[in-house]
């Protein structure tokens, strides 16, 4: 299909510090012109002293909308007109769409985590799921899946300095939904065990097993059994040691990847309403391996 930039094109972006591994552009990229739409994506290195004036110079070229990665999620909450649940109670924005003259700001991370988890054929609606980690990641999840219906989330951090706001936020989405959201010690095994037991799906939200330390997991497979789901938002590599050895007991599993793709499907879908092929966009990215941490 002929595609190419015209006087009409709309622009959609990514703005973070850095940007240049970011595999974004060439999913967006591709389904515009798979499907003939008339937008274009690119990317810039916004350090957060400048953000401000990033934001208002996109309105004034009446950007169609625009992506953050790190570190804007966060900042760029005052500039918002408008919050979607997810991203109230999340308190962070991935995506931010510009409809006459306001800024609406959305997460998809999550959306584009439950989707993967569908989309593999688990249905985890109503039922427990144990949570490793309280991060930015694992925040969006733990929202979406609160708010699509999720019973129980057994959530798993570090006692350190971040554990008041983790508490806090569970408390928050407990008190929001209908789901109960419940803080423990990671170091906890005796904790981790019951909450597995009682979980139809295990989901690794930390680093722990991302390159380029291959070698950990986060949790000692002899906790894992043949019934439970294991879920690793990890995508590089896309087979991590968790996965490798719930694999080998037997356990349903499901990597990052997907959950990468369709958080981008969803933002695409926020900007032109229109389904991305995801599948297609598949065979044209590869996740770069220069910086697995902040690849979106
Ligand atoms: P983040 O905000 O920095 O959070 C990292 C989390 O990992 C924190 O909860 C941290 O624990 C935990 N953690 C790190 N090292 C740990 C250790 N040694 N032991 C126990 N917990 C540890 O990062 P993020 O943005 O949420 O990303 C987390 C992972 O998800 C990364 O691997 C990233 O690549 C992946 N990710 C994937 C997708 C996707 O689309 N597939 C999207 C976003 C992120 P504490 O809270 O206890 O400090």
């Not at 350090?47 to 950007?63: E, F, I, R, W």
Request: glycine share 6%; charged share 15%.
């Amino acid at each position: 299909m002929r595609y190419e930039i015209t006087g009409t094109t709309r622009l959609t972006c990514l703005l973070g510090s850095p940007v240049a591994h970011s595999i974004s552009p060439q999913m967006h990229n591709e389904a515009f012109r798979l499907l003939g739409l008339d937008y274009v994506y690119t990317a810039f290195d916004i350090s957060p002293q400048n953000l401000p004036d990033a934001v208002h110079a996109l309105k004034l070229l009446n950007v169609r909308g625009y992506n953050l990665t790190m570190p804007h999620k966060t900042a760029i909450l005052p500039f918002m007109d408008e919050l979607t649940p997810a991203a109230k109670l999340a308190q962070a924005v991935n995506t931010v769409t510009y409809e006459s003259g306001r800024l609406i700001g959305h997460t998809t991370d999550g959306i584009g985590y439950m989707h993967s988890v569908k989309d593999a054929g688990y249905d985890i609606l109503g039922k427990n799921m144990t949570l490793l980690g309280a991060g930015g990641a694992a925040t969006a999840i733990c929202t979406q899946a609160a708010l699509d219906g999720v019973k129980n989330i057994y959530m798993f951090k570090r006692k350190n300095a971040s554990w008041k706001t983790a508490q806090d936020f569970a408390d928050k989405v407990t008190r929001t939904t209908d789901c109960q959201v419940f803080l423990y010690d990671i170091a906890d095994t005796y904790q981790l065990k019951q909450a597995l037991s009682d979980s139809t799906i295990l989901t690794n939200a930390t680093n722990i097993g991302m390159a380029p330390d291959i070698s950990n997991s986060p949790v000692d497979s002899s906790l894992l059994y043949p019934e439970l789901v294991v879920s690793d938002i990890i995508y590089n590599p896309r087979k991590t040691k968790l996965l490798q050895e719930a694999e080998s007991i037997g356990c349903p599993t499901c990597n990052g990847l997907y959950m990468l793709l369709y958080q981008g499907a969803a933002s695409f879908h926020c900007w032109t309403g229109a389904d991305m092929p995801v599948e297609i966009c598949l065979l044209y990215t590869s996740p770069s391996p220069r910086d697995p941490k902040t690849s979106r």
